[in-house]
């Protein structure tokens, strides 16, 4: 969490460059002096310093301070040598059939040819990906859209659509926007109080809880208090 | 002069069959021709109907690219059944708003009707009925669906549908922390 920092009194000044149009400049974005912005980690940061230390490690791949040698000083102008570009040469001769490139040519045809084949149905198209997937069966719940799933959970008992949450992340907030619950208070009556935590109705456990809507609604109330707390 | 006459007669006669004809001719993504009744189609499939209305059914087969021809035949093995029952009122009042309206039960046909499908082919059903805009359809199949779910603790409903569990530890535990109200039994 990123505490405020208050800037120096000079800056509160009006007319100090911490002023602009009478408004303070946001003082949290910026530590005092020229630090990092917020968010980076503290070690990086800008200025001539960090300039110098980041065309260090730059010049370092060549020579990188945990060898315990020196490079050599022809490290890089070999890497200029005509030796690298010797297979380069060779592409331009006719490729013999064992060749790699005429495999990777081979390969580059596969996606062309099934885009030139007319439409697969569904069902046959799932099959195949199946198969690729080496027969693991595809997710089809989660795969559909929003509204369906909400659909689906209304359905279902209120405790059992918030439930589903823990089953991937794409339901972890889905029960949030569900649009019909299916409340039965039997269901929170065994619910108990953890840790100051009260259930969603639990409150009513022994006394009133054929709560009328309006209870219901100070309830909620109530549990959003005690959350603040 | 005459004979023009009786052209225009012939081809008047011809337009009014055409508007007359009972039943629209799908076509599945896979090139296969299903034919469902007219009114059926307009009043169960909102598309449908909205196509029908504005002209645009091809009487050589309405290409419907998103759905196979297992679901097609689905779909329209349903409107053919659902034309067979009396529609009841609460059925088409139901169509108006679709996620306030109260659910009314499947009928014992529609029980049947989706009890028989395979896990795809349900699935595929539901998707050809959202596509199709079929809300009562779509209401059975996800009733179905959701008594898949019944009574299932998570673990049971990955493994049914095959959900991979894609939380770490950690998140878990915080969600089982955060909803302590709802997972108080396990």
Redesign the interface.
């Known amino acids: 969490m990123q505490v405020a920092v208050e800037p120096p009194a000079a800056i509160g000044v009006p007319g100090a460059p911490g002023w602009r149009l009478g408004v303070r400049k946001r003082p949290i974005k910026r530590t005092v002096g020229y630090g990092p912005p917020v968010g980076r980690p503290s070690t990086e940061g800008f200025g001539p310093l960090e300039a110098r230390r980041r065309r260090r490690r730059r010049d370092s791949v060549y020579a990188p301070p945990s060898s315990p040698f020196p490079a050599p000083p022809f490290s890089r102008p070999r890497l200029l040598s005509p030796e690298p570009l010797t297979p380069r040469r060779s592409v331009s001769e006719a490729p013999s059939p064992g060749h790699s490139f005429l495999s990777l040519s081979l390969d580059w045809t596969l996606p062309m040819k099934c885009s030139g084949q007319t439409?697969?149905?569904?069902?046959?198209k799932?099959k195949k990906a199946r198969q690729r997937r080496g027969g693991?069966?595809?997710?089809?719940?989660?795969?559909?859209?929003d509204?369906?799933l909400?659909?689906?959970?209304?359905?279902?008992?209120a405790?059992?659509a918030?439930?589903?949450?823990?089953?991937?992340?794409r339901?972890?907030h889905l029960w949030r926007s569900v649009?019909?619950l299916d409340i039965d208070l039997d269901e929170?009556k065994?619910?108990?109080n953890?840790?100051g935590?009260?259930?969603?109705l639990?409150d009513h456990s022994d006394s009133s809880y054929e709560s009328s809507e309006e209870e219901e609604d100070d309830d909620h109330h109530g549990v959003a208090f005690k959350n603040k707390e | 002069m005459e004979v023009d006459k009786g052209k225009g007669e012939a081809e008047e006669t011809r337009k009014v069959a055409e508007a007359d004809r009972d039943t629209v001719t799908l076509k599945s993504s896979d090139g296969k021709l299903f034919e469902v009744s007219k009114e059926a189609a307009a009043r169960l499939s909102t598309v449908l109907a909205g196509m029908i209305a504005g002209g645009s059914i091809d009487d050589n087969g309405t290409d419907l690219k998103q759905i196979g021809s297992e679901a097609l035949e689905n779909v329209v093995d349903y409107c053919n059944k659902h034309a067979n029952s009396i529609p009841s009122a609460a059925l088409i009042s139901s169509s108006i708003s679709f996620n306030t309206a109260p659910f009314k039960e499947p009928e014992e046909w529609e029980r049947k009707f989706v009890d028989r499908l395979s896990h795809d082919a349900l699935f595929d059903l539901v998707e050809a009925a959202n596509f199709l805009g079929m809300e009562r359809l779509l209401d059975v199949t996800c009733h179905k669906i959701s008594e898949m779910m019944k009574g299932k603790s998570p673990d049971q409903i990955r493994e049914v549908f095959n959900i991979k569990n894609d939380y770490t530890k950690e998140e878990l535990e915080e969600i089982r922390q955060e909803l302590a109200w709802a997972f108080y039994d396990d």
């Not at chain 1, 693991?136 to 859209?145: F, G, N, T, V």
């Not at chain 1, 909400?150 to 008992?157: G, Q, R, V």
């Open positions: 439409m697969e149905p569904p069902e046959a799932r693991a069966e595809p997710d089809r719940l989660s795969a559909l859209p509204c369906l909400h659909t689906i959970m209304s359905s279902l008992k405790r059992q918030v439930q589903t949450c823990v089953l991937s992340t339901w972890r649009p019909c929170f065994a619910a108990p953890t840790n935590n009260a259930g969603l639990g």
